[in-house]
Nanobody, 119 residues
Framework: HVQLVESGGGLVKAGGSLRLSCIAS????????MAWYQEAPGKSRELVAA???????NYADSMKGRFTISRDNAKNTVYLQINSLKPEDTAVYYC?????????????WGQGTQVTVSS
C-alpha cells in the first residue's frame, strides 16, 4: 500500500502563492501516477493536475495557467504550486496516488490540506 501526507495549506490573501507538498511512502515503486484534487465547499472533488512516473503532466482545463505540478523522486514528493490565488481556490486539496500490481490498480488518498484564500 501507499501512504500520502500533504502539507503546505493555510490562509493566504488573494494574489498570493502557495506550494503544497505530498510525501509518499510505502510501496512507492508501484505508483504509476500521482495527482492533486480540489474539493471546494459544496462541490465534488475534481482533478487539478496529474503527473506520471515518467514525468508527463496533465491539467484540468480550468486549472491551466496558475497551477503547476512537479515531483522530486529523490524525496518521494509531489508538489502543487498555486500562483495568483483567488478566493474561489478555497478548498481542501487532496493528494492521490495510483498503484499498479500486475493487472490490478489501487487508489490511495491523503488526508487533505486546507487552502483558504481571503479577498
Amino acid at each position: 500500500h501507499v501512504q500520502l501526507v500533504e502539507s503546505g495549506g493555510g490562509l493566504v490573501k488573494a494574489g498570493g502563492s502557495l506550494r503544497l507538498s505530498c510525501i509518499a511512502s510505502g510501496n512507492i515503486g508501484s505508483i504509476t501516477r500521482m495527482a492533486w484534487y480540489q474539493e471546494a465547499p459544496g462541490k465534488s472533488r475534481e482533478l487539478v493536475a496529474a503527473i506520471t512516473q515518467g514525468g508527463r503532466t496533465n491539467y484540468a482545463d480550468s486549472m491551466k495557467g496558475r497551477f503547476t505540478i512537479s515531483r522530486d523522486n529523490a524525496k518521494n514528493t509531489v508538489y502543487l504550486q498555486i500562483n495568483s490565488l483567488k478566493p474561489e481556490d478555497t478548498a481542501v486539496y487532496y493528494c492521490h496516488a495510483r498503484m499498479r500490481e500486475g493487472l490490478v490498480e489501487y487508489d490511495f488518498w491523503g488526508q487533505g490540506t486546507q487552502v483558504t484564500v481571503s479577498s
